[in-house]
């Protein structure tokens, strides 16, 4: 199992930006996704962005299509997660996941499978204020 450790959350101002982080502490194979998930008290925990690095292919929910960026430095086993056009609605626990689906079977598998991942992070507050 990957060891994740997230950093970079804060408390901002709408419109303004934010980078996350996520450091990775073993294997992270570019044939499988890793991924940015956030969650508010009371809801689920939701996809925001995913990455396979092995084809060069991202992923995005629809809500930060346009304003979030998800990246990866393969040298330095980091992911990131750039956050541009901050929103009250952006408020949420972020959290990093890592050993998900392989990035040949998404269409068959949602990227944003939440089980399909097996390595998480203990997530990073980001909170948005108006």
């Known amino acids: 199992e990957v060891q994740l450790a997230e950093s970079g959350g804060d408390s901002v101002q709408v419109g303004e930006s934010l980078r996350l982080s996520c450091a990775a502490s073993?294997?992270?194979?570019?044939?499988?996704?890793m991924a940015w998930f956030r969650q508010t008290p009371g809801k689920e925990r939701e996809g925001v962005a995913a990455i396979y690095t092995g084809g060069f292919k991202t992923y995005y929910a629809d809500s930060v299509k346009g304003r979030f960026t998800i990246s990866k430095d393969d040298n330095k086993n980091t992911l990131y997660l750039e956050m541009n056009s901050l929103k009250p609605d952006d408020t949420a626990v972020y959290y990093c996941a890592a050993e998900g689906p392989p990035g040949w079977s998404v269409g068959s598998i949602p990227w944003n499978q939440i089980d399909e991942y097996k390595s998480w992070g203990h997530g990073t507050q980001v909170t948005v204020s108006s």
């Open positions: 073993g294997p992270t194979y570019s044939a499988y996704l």
